[in-house]
Antibody, heavy 124, light 108 residues
């Protein structure tokens, strides 16, 4: 079964760009046929889906964040990444990387594997 | 965007009792596209149920899901000590995928 691990800075200054990477082991991003994505959770609040990416580079973004986010994938390193620009305190949250369903099989678009999460704080 | 509303916010019960958690969606969705997750303190959520009724791998059979249309439920038949944590519902019927605000099951 796949294991996911987030990495990246835990502190980002306001107006700067947040960058996180998710390393995947036990599964191949390029051949498994799954989407991979990001979900965040501000402390004490509900979960928010950020976006998902397929190994081909096809992406799906939450419209509420679309203008600020970019997802990318590096199949040679078996990892995928998130960048979120122009961050504010409202972007302070636990960020989880997830496996998010099989290509074009909408009945599988739940999130079956999660990273442990990483807390990103936006503060000067 | 489909909004999910969970009730109650907190459920106070004793071990061995039955818990029924509710999730209401702002639009009708297919039963195929509703999931439930459990989140323990300091941990990532864990998939419990998908497609309203189907337990994920390794999930005990005391957890069951049901519902249709806009009203869905997660039932825990007999609460074990490790079940007193947070639960979220999730719809993947229409993007953006969204989650409920959560129900906390606490020991009475």
């Amino acid at each position: 079964q796949p294991q996911l691990q987030e990495s990246g800075p835990g502190l980002v200054k306001p107006s700067e760009t947040l960058s996180l990477t998710c390393s995947v082991s036990g599964d191949s991003i390029s051949s498994s046929g799954y989407y991979w994505g990001w979900i965040r959770q501000p402390p004490g609040e509900r979960l928010e889906w950020i976006g998902s990416i397929f190994h081909s580079g096809q992406t799906y973004y939450n419209p509420s964040l679309k203008t600020r986010i970019t997802l990318s994938v590096d199949t040679s390193k078996n990892h995928f990444s998130l960048t979120l620009s122009s961050v504010t305190a409202a972007d302070t949250a636990f960020y989880y990387c997830v496996r998010g369903g099989k290509w074009q099989q909408s009945d599988t678009y739940y999130f079956d594997y999660w990273g442990q999460g990483t807390l990103v704080t936006v503060s000067s | 965007e489909i909004v999910l509303t969970q009730s109650p916010g907190t459920l106070s019960l004793s071990p061995g009792e039955r818990a029924t958690l509710s999730c209401r969606t702002s639009q009708t969705i297919s039963f195929t596209y509703l999931a439930w997750y459990q989140q323990k303190p300091g941990q990532a959520p864990r998939l419990l149920i998908y497609s309203t009724f189907t337990r994920a791998t390794g999930i005990p059979d005391r957890f069951s899901g049901g519902g249709s249309g806009t009203d869905f439920t997660l039932t825990i038949s007999r609460l074990e000590p490790e079940d007193f944590v947070l639960y979220y519902c999730h719809q993947y019927n229409s993007p953006p995928w969204t989650f409920g605000q959560g129900t906390k099951v606490e020991i009475k």
